[in-house]
T-cell receptor, first 115, second 114 residues
Framework: DAKTTQPNSMESNEEEPVHLPCNHS???????IHWYRQLPSQGPEYVIH???SNVNNRMASLAIAEDRKSSTLILHRATLRDAAVYYC????????????????FGQGTILTVHP | NAGVMQNPRHLVRRRGQEARLRCSPM?????VYWYRQLPEEGLKFMVY????????ESGMPKERFSAEFPKEGPSILRIQQVVRGDSAAYFC????????????FGSGTQLSVL
């Protein structure tokens, strides 16, 4: 899997927007950009994913650069419950290989939300 | 629709004993993945299984660890002759067959080896 680079940590205040960056300069044409988060003492949780176009769902928005070498996860109004480790992961959907299924987690970004 | 169920939630073993971790995937999911998270470290892929088949075990230690996903019943991650270094949180995830479907993770099993 292609590698991603994320800041080790970020901080935000409650009710404010949060922009979590991710660099993936070696992304290939068959890589989807996935975001997961892991709350303390829990398993990871899917947040959002996309290929080329920006994506929105009830949890967050994903902004993907035109050259796809970077992306940003946007939490529109952070809450205390959003404090977690956020992982940006490239997932190859090329069904011809055996590795397409797994996710390879990096270190992620630790998001701290202040009241 | 119940989520991915892992049991036990906590497992304590003495060195040399066997640990068996169970994972029941979500209904309709035929793919199961096991991950390990050592204290203060990230999630490491261990093995990817489909019903009755191991697809990718590139992250599994060569000795003492095995995994299965039988036609009936939960997926089992088995660790023989546990050592203190096996103490970690073990997470299971499941997904539908399509390769780009998201993974659903369980709450994990915390294994402590005394």
């Amino acid at each position: 899997d292609a590698k991603t680079t994320q800041p080790n940590s970020m901080e935000s205040n409650e009710e404010e927007p949060v922009h979590l960056p991710c660099n993936h300069s070696t992304i290939s044409g068959t890589d989807y950009i996935h975001w997961y988060r892991q709350l303390p003492s829990q398993g990871p949780e899917y947040v959002i994913h996309g290929l080329t176009s920006n994506v929105n769902n009830r949890m967050a928005s994903l902004a993907i650069a035109e050259d796809r070498k970077s992306s940003t996860l946007i939490l529109h109004r952070a809450t205390l419950r959003d404090a977690a480790v956020y992982y940006c992961i490239l997932r190859d959907y090329n069904a011809g290989g055996t590795s397409y299924g797994k996710l390879t987690f990096g270190q992620g970004t630790i998001l701290t939300v202040h009241p | 629709n119940a989520g991915v169920m892992q049991n036990p939630r906590h497992l304590v073993r003495r060195r040399g004993q066997e640990a068996r971790l169970r994972c029941s995937p979500m209904k309709g999911h035929s793919h199961v993945y096991w991950y390990r998270q050592l204290p203060e470290e990230g999630l490491k892929f261990m093995v990817y299984l489909q019903k009755e088949n191991i697809i990718d075990e590139s992250g599994m230690p060569k000795e003492r660890f095995s995994a299965e996903f039988p036609k009936e019943g939960p997926s089992i991650l088995r660790i023989q002759q546990v050592v203190r270094g096996d103490s970690a949180a073990y997470f299971c995830a499941s997904s539908p067959p399509h390769p780009n479907e998201k993974l659903f993770f369980g709450s994990g099993t915390q294994l402590s080896v005394l």
